[in-house]
């Protein structure tokens, strides 16, 4: 079945910033009966980059992320404002976060980070004919940036040492695409 079975009643937003909304959605659901729904949606698309260099390397940022409470590793990423060039987003993003450029750009997926209770779209692009200049890291990053060989950074993905959604799949994506 692919028409919508939800019937929605009434939407409140219940907290809005300058990234997310929340919205409290008064629902008949499919079975007809009341109910309640709550999402989280993102006035962003996310973006992931992986990329890659002629040895095969990759880079991967390591920060703290403050909602998970603990350090994460994973592909340079970042938002691009809806309505907005998400590959433009992306290309500023790489330079931003490993003061990297690319002369070749691929999207190799889209992905749905949570949609049980969330509309974040994430599109991971792999980037090549790289050339390295200056990062230009935000007010709220505190990053370390690590050129990793690609078959080190599956490992870390086998591991549990990326835990990221859209790294993983990401990840795993290019490297069947680049024969890993």
Known sequence: MTENPWTTRKIATIYENPWIRLEHHDILNPAGKEGIYGKVHFKNRAMAIIPIDEEGNTW???QYRYALDEYA??????????????????????REETGLSAQKWTEIMKIHTSNSVTDELGIVYLAEDLSQGETEFEETEVLQI????????????MKGEITDSISI????????ILGF
């Not at 590793?73 to 790489?94: Q, Y």
């Not at 690590?146 to 993905?157: D, G, I, N, Q, T």
């Open 60 to 62: 991967l940022v390591g």
């Open 146 to 157: 690590r050129k990793l060989p690609f078959s080190e950074v599956m490992e870390m993905v």
């Open 73 to 94: 590793w994973e592909l340079p990423m970042g938002g691009g404002p809806i309505g907005l060039d998400l590959l433009e987003s992306a290309k500023r993003e790489l």
């Open 169 to 176: 799949a990401g990840i795993l994506k290019a490297a069947r």
